[in-house]
């Protein structure tokens, strides 16, 4: 890796001159648009100056590859012909170069194990062992479920003995009181890591040992269904035990009800349902149906684990417990049948910059998480671990840092090589996690059923976007929002749910009026995105559900119908007269 100067000095007619010094690594680690974006950013480089910075950056860096090529070049050139390269050897890396990229001579991939599971898993459950898979998957959850719901208890013990040994600390007039107070927090402290860890320690190892026995049941029922076909006999027996399934649902029932439904739905809910959908038209002369469905509800009420997602009213009647158990193991079996599907449910959560941290929402996600075996993808923790190893690759970003972590954001790491301190993502960023034990949330989604399998975590920054009523063209979240609908009808996900005024919370200076402009703009800027993407690529996304802040009145949320209404195209009936 060699450094080399690169310096742009112009004068312009009734403009001040321009000058751009900066350090460039070689080989360069990023595309020329990017390091043209960011000596724009960190130079303040006027408009009027960027055609000619961008034609004299990109002659700079053409002239400096074509230096590197040459220097080895000359190298190989040097050691072929002074004998020091084996002929044959070279002649072998181009073949298997050669085989390797071209796709005729590319022998065929072999699959993972985890694609192997998946396509085991979907012949599975649309077969008839599906029943027998999600009770067992039921009936793992209630275990994982119920260790952590122990966890908790021996934490919760712990610390309120913690508070009665500090009151009785205080009582205590013999004793230097700070002194007390300080050595009993500290060993409360040690002691409650030692306890928490050994917990978690043994229900990470109770997961393993889940995802490896599900993992080996699911093989052994396709290995079954593969070798035996559809019989009379199977069909007897399926008829025969129609009525003992129903039997064992109600022994499921008592079981594997997760202790989270009381806790989530013991009391009358404060916020009152609010809901209305639209069927809209996009284009003009080759018109394309998608469904909205204006929703009063928070995002952390779609975090929710996979048996516990039922209305308030199930938990006033306890004693009908058959009838959940038949919609806890339904609403899994929807789940189940969608997670390698092409109609995938994805969820918008608005996040703060560090991606290992667990507050808010993203606490409230990793609860649910744990509550349960990931069978189909890696865990939560592990997810965060990858991408954050990602955003260090990518070095800082932030166009307020110093012009020192700006050269090393454009050589993307330092020359030394040394390990730098994790970096945070910018706001506009967009990282993805999937699950596939997260329920479908109010009432299903609008998509016909399913669980929430992809979540896209949007980097918010409150200090960049404060007060800003207004989502601008160009901006990071037009961007964001843009690259968010794109992946979807990449990667077949019909159904996006996503917060209407994309703010995680509402803050003080968000009036009505304010909320009303940030709505309008939000809604305009998902009808460009979405008729550029529809003209070019079909209708994929067919419903989005917009998230309105619980805190709205009734007489708001009209008001945002409105807004939908008069910003796109509904369909008309014609109404004969008779």
């Not at 649309?126 to 122990?150: M, Y």
């Not at 969820?347 to 910059?353: G, P, T």
Request: hydrophobic share 35%.
């Amino acid at each position: 890796m060699r450094l080399k100067r690169f310096t742009f000095s112009q004068s312009f007619d009734a403009h001040p001159t321009v000058n751009v010094e900066h350090s460039l690594a070689f080989p360069l680690e990023i595309s020329l648009p990017e390091c043209f974006r960011q000596m724009v950013i960190q130079y303040d480089v006027p408009p009027y100056a960027h055609d000619a910075l961008r034609r004299e950056l990109k002659i700079f860096i053409e002239k400096e590859k074509m230096s590197d090529f040459m220097v080895r070049y000359l190298d190989a050139l040097n050691a072929l012909t002074e004998g020091t390269l084996d002929v044959n050897h070279l002649c072998g890396r181009l073949d298997n170069a050669y085989r390797s990229h071209v796709s005729s001579y590319v022998p065929p991939r072999c699959a993972s194990d985890d694609e192997l599971f998946g396509q085991a898993y979907n012949r599975v459950i649309h077969s008839a062992q599906a029943l027998d898979l999600i009770r067992l998957e039921q009936s793992l959850a209630a275990e994982v479920a119920a260790e952590v719901d122990k966890r908790d208890a021996v934490l919760r013990k712990m610390d309120e003995d913690l508070v009665l040994q500090t009151e009785l600390g205080l009582q205590k007039r013999d004793i230097d009181i700070p002194t007390a107070v300080t050595q009993l927090q500290e060993s409360h402290i040690r002691s409650r890591e030692l306890e928490e860890g050994r917990w978690n320690s043994c229900i990470s190892e109770l997961k393993r040992i889940q995802r490896r026995s599900l993992r080996n049941f699911v093989m052994t029922l396709d290995e079954q269904c593969s070798l035996v076909g559809e019989s009379k006999k199977s069909k007897s027996k399926s008829s025969g035990s129609a009525r003992s399934d129903q039997f064992d649902l109600g022994k499921v029932s008592s079981s594997s009800i997760p202790s989270r439904l009381a806790t989530r739905s013991s009391g009358p809910s404060t916020i009152r349902p609010w809901s209305e959908s639209f069927t809209v038209q996009l284009g003009r002369q080759l018109r394309t149906t998608c469904n909205f469905r204006l929703i009063r509800a928070d995002p952390m009420d779609l975090l929710i684990n996979l048996g516990s997602n039922n209305s308030v009213n199930s938990a006033t009647a306890p004693a009908d417990g058959f009838h959940f158990a038949i919609d806890s193991l339904a609403e899994r079996l929807s789940n189940a049948l969608d997670i390698y599907s092409v109609e995938l449910n994805g969820l918008v959560v608005l996040v703060d910059r560090r991606v290992n941290s667990f507050r808010g929402i993203k606490r409230c996600l990793a609860e649910t998480c744990e509550r349960s075996t990931e069978f189909h993808f890696p865990e939560l923790s592990c997810q965060l671990t990858a991408i954050q190893d990602t955003v260090n690759r990518l070095g800082s970003r932030d166009s307020f840092c110093t012009p020192q972590s700006k050269n090393s954001a454009v050589r993307t790491n330092s020359v030394n090589g040394e390990k730098s301190e994790p970096q945070e993502p910018i706001h506009g960023d967009v990282y993805i996690t999937k699950h596939s034990n997260l329920a479908g949330g109010i009432g299903g989604l609008a998509g016909g059923g399913g669980g929430i399998s992809v979540l896209f975590h949007l980097v918010y920054d409150e200090s960049t976007d404060r007060e800003e009523d207004r989502i601008r063209s160009g901006s990071r979240l037009h961007c964001s929002l843009s690259a968010i609908l794109r992946t979807c009808f990449d990667y077949d996900i019909t159904t996006l749910s996503l917060p209407l005024l994309l703010v995680p919370a509402l803050r003080e200076y968000m009036d009505v009026s304010w909320r009303v402009r940030r709505a309008e703009s939000s809604l305009k800027l998902l009808k460009g995105v979405l008729m550029e993407l529809n003209t070019w690529r079909g209708p994929v996304v067919r419903s989005i559900q917009f998230l309105a802040p619980s805190e709205l009145s009734d007489k708001e949320l009209e008001s945002f119908s409105h807004v939908i209404s008069s910003s796109f195209l509904q369909p008309v009936p014609v109404v004969v007269a008779p």
